[in-house]
């Protein structure tokens, strides 16, 4: 079926370290993928987003890389600060052909940076 | 313009209520979308406005769901006769046409039904 799922439940790490963040889709024709933090109460908010014809985006101390071969999506966190701490989801999208409006979103994945 | 606004913010309701959420999306924003969110689970897709018209609906969404965007500004989800099965986080995003997938999420309403 088409989903989009992810590698590790929850990642701990130090204060100042990288933090990388995997995610597998399943859909080939998913064309467009976005990641969200959400933090406790609150909704998901946008952090980057890359489209299909690139494998590489980066943004404020985070980057996204995108391995269509292996239909594999990471987030990279520079440095990461206590305020990372927080569930992150990927969300895949197929722009075009009628469906360019719905997100499907994995389980996600509880960031937790230690002091 | 603040984002997107969600109210209430939590919600108790009894097993047989109906329950009403409200949404303000971005008011440049033309597209409107209902999730729902439960423990530990991504939000899932129920139902999409452009404007005023609602395009699709997931199957998620039972006959006790409606939503409406009467003016093509707020949005409202109501549920009637709740069930505890339908405790969860309701999450309403806009965004443009054009956009793509990087909708606006608003905060939430957290239902909860005993």
């Known amino acids: 079926g088409e989903s989009v799922g992810l590698h590790l439940p929850t990642l701990s790490v130090q204060e100042g370290d990288n933090s990388i963040i995997n995610c597998a889709y399943s859909?080939?024709?998913?064309?467009?993928f976005i990641w969200y933090k959400q933090e406790s109460g609150k909704g998901p908010q946008f952090i980057i987003d890359?489209?299909?014809?690139?494998d590489k985006r980066q943004g404020q101390r985070v980057t996204v890389l995108l391995n269509k071969t292996v239909k594999h999506l990471s987030l990279q966190i520079a440095a990461t600060q206590p305020g990372d701490s927080a569930v992150y989801f990927c969300?895949?999208?197929?722009?075009?052909?009628?469906?360019?409006?719905?997100?499907?979103f994995g389980k996600g994945t509880l960031l937790t940076v230690n002091p | 313009d603040t984002g997107v606004s969600q109210d209430p913010r939590h919600k108790i309701t009894k097993r047989g209520q109906n329950v009403t959420f409200r949404c303000d999306p971005i008011?440049?924003?033309?597209?409107l979308y209902w999730y729902r969110q439960t423990l530990g689970q991504g939000p899932e897709f129920l139902t999409y406005?452009?404007?005023?018209?609602?395009?699709?609906k997931s199957r998620l969404l039972s006959d006790r769901f409606s939503a409406e965007r009467p003016k093509g500004s707020f949005s409202t989800l109501e549920i009637q006769r709740t069930e505890q099965g339908d405790s969860a986080m309701y999450l309403c995003?806009?965004?443009?046409?054009?956009?793509?997938?990087?909708?606006?999420f608003g905060s939430g309403t957290r239902l909860t039904v005993v």
């Open positions: 995003a806009s965004s443009l046409r054009d956009r793509g997938g990087g909708y606006t």
């Open positions: 859909n080939s024709a998913s064309d467009y």
């Open positions: 890359i489209r299909s014809n690139m």
């Open positions: 969300a895949e999208n197929r722009v075009g052909g009628g469906s360019n409006y719905k997100l499907t």
């Open positions: 008011s440049e924003h033309n597209r």
């Open positions: 406005f452009q404007n005023e018209a609602q395009l699709e």
